[in-house]
């Protein structure tokens, strides 16, 4: 299931652990990932300080683009759960005064979305 939902573009929740011994050289002294996530080849992550995109480009993935989004400029968000027809939820992430979300990502059943949109809250209101 886990490779379907990737091929679907589902996020599945990766360990903080296994990000920051891969990732470890993004970080700024004293920050910790705090909750991260895997997308077929792309990763997002969240961290005591800011949003991190990780977007594997290319067919031999070899040119990676890593974004970084302090909280700050985060202005707001939404979620859309998911139905019973509709498997996935998806997060929306709108920076500084744009009109479309800059980020969007899908979730899989599996991810409980309350949780993220709760912890995105304690970092943005």
Excluded: C
Aim: hydrophobic share 40%; aromatic share 10%; no cysteine.
């Amino acid at each position: 299931m886990g490779l379907l939902n990737s091929l679907l573009g589902n996020a599945s929740e990766v360990s903080t652990e296994k990000l920051t011994q891969k990732y470890d050289r993004l970080l700024m002294e004293n920050e910790k990932i705090e909750l991260g996530f895997h997308l077929f080849r792309d990763v997002f992550m969240f961290t005591n300080k800011r949003l991190i995109l990780i977007d594997v480009q290319g067919l031999t993935g070899s040119k990676v683009e890593y974004k970084s989004m302090p909280y700050k400029n985060i202005t707001r968000f939404s979620l859309e759960t998911s139905g019973t027809f509709d498997l996935d939820a998806e997060l929306k992430i709108w920076i500084s005064s744009e009109t479309q979300p800059s980020i969007s990502k899908k979730f899989n059943k599996s991810i409980n979305v309350y949780d993220v949109q709760k912890y995105l809250a304690s970092k943005v209101v």
